[in-house]
């Protein structure tokens, strides 16, 4: 506990994979696991350190590969975290066609390409949980299929994608895991809200298939980006109109609150950005951009307490998502601080102490 700063809950955690996303094919090369969880564990603000990280199982981080051979990757990660005072979060599974994996709503070859990496980062996680380095967290999923293929088919892909899903609820629970399905505009069946009300509810499995939400992505839903017919908001919405702007935020949240299980805090300026071989998705902006059209602790706290007002006290640990950062900001130690000053103001403001 810190005088200044009361509440310990929700833990503190940093993302590995900015380190990877977006990097390569061309762009900027990836930066190495132990490079970021050194920035991550270096960022100090007012006596606060991040908790923990969440982790992308792919490379050049992890081989998901030698994972299914021995345990001794995944021992290897837990020596990395408690080396640096840090725990696990939610791992991110490798669904991706380029990754190994498939898309959710393709053929048969490639649903099960989809579950055979949603079974593999399920065994992480489960023995990263085991060993005692993962106290809470997720395995994150998507579609792993485009928009544009997507409208192809709407509602056959759209069952595609329940099904597969469904199958993949099957898998984590035999590994007593939890599966969170990120809402990303880039994502074909999750690119609308309304989209990704119909999956979460099409699957029901309430209790294995939860929401992830981020900040930075969500507010394109609100936008319609991808989705003109489902935007809350236009496109060339004025944001200096900030009481309605916070209605359409609570119309957004009171939706999915309810099957939130994952949060990413992040800052977004309105714009979409892409990079490497990463489909263009919500910007994610430093947490202190000029442009930034989040109040980050005030709009964090729309996900993380209920309609009334109060703590729903149900996330365990926040995620700051920084993806697609260049390089040279994100080994600025700055960069990091300032991140982490931010995640401190949104838990002195919708946290709690235990």
């Known amino acids: 506990m810190n005088e ?42 007012d006596g606060v350190k991040f908790d923990g990280f969440d982790l992308f199982l792919y490379l050049p981080h992890i081989d998901i590969d030698a994972t299914v051979r021995s345990d001794d990757a995944i021992k290897e990660l837990a020596d990395k975290a408690r080396s640096r005072n840090l725990a696990i979060g ?39 949980r085991e060993i005692g380095v993962r106290p809470h967290g997720a395995v994150r999923i998507d579609s792993a299929a485009g928009v544009e293929p997507w409208y192809e088919d709407p509602e056959g892909n759209q069952k595609r994608i329940i099904e597969t899903f469904r199958e993949a609820c099957k898998i984590a629970e035999d590994h007593g895991e939890q599966l969170a399905a990120e809402g990303e505009i880039c994502w074909g069946g999750m690119h609308s809200w309304k989209r990704m009300l119909q999956i979460l509810e099409g699957v029901d499995r309430p209790q294995t298939l ?96 209920d309609a009334q007002g109060t703590v729903t006290k149900r996330i365990k640990h926040i995620c700051w998502d920084g993806c697609m950062f260049s390089n040279a900001t994100m080994m600025d130690p700055k960069t990091w601080n300032d991140i982490l000053a931010a995640m401190v103001a949104v838990r002195d403001g919708n946290g709690w102490g235990e």
């Open 4 to 45: 200044n700063h009361p509440n310990n809950y929700p833990k503190l955690h940093n993302a590995a994979w900015p380190g990877v996303v977006g990097k390569g094919d061309g762009g900027e090369p990836p930066i190495d696991l132990d490079t970021m969880l050194d920035l991550t564990a270096a960022a100090e603000v």
């Open 210 to 305: 939860g929401f992830q939400a981020d900040m930075a992505h969500t507010l394109l839903y609100i936008l319609g980006y991808n989705a003109p017919d489902d935007a809350i908001l236009p496109q060339d919405f004025d944001f200096r109109d900030q009481e309605r702007f916070n209605a359409a935020y609570k119309k957004l949240t009171d939706a999915l609150r309810p099957w939130t299980i994952d949060f990413h805090v992040a800052q977004n300026d309105a714009t979409v950005h892409g990079s490497g071989s990463h489909d263009k998705t919500g910007r994610h902006c430093q947490a202190a951009d000029a442009n930034g059209k989040l109040d980050i602790p005030r709009h964090a706290g729309y996900w993380l307490r």
């Open 90 to 128: 939610t791992v991110v599974a490798p669904i991706w066609p380029p990754t190994g994996g498939g898309s959710a709503m393709g053929d048969a070859a490639d649903r099960k390409k989809f579950l055979d990496q949603v079974r593999k980062g399920c065994r992480v996680a489960k023995v990263l």
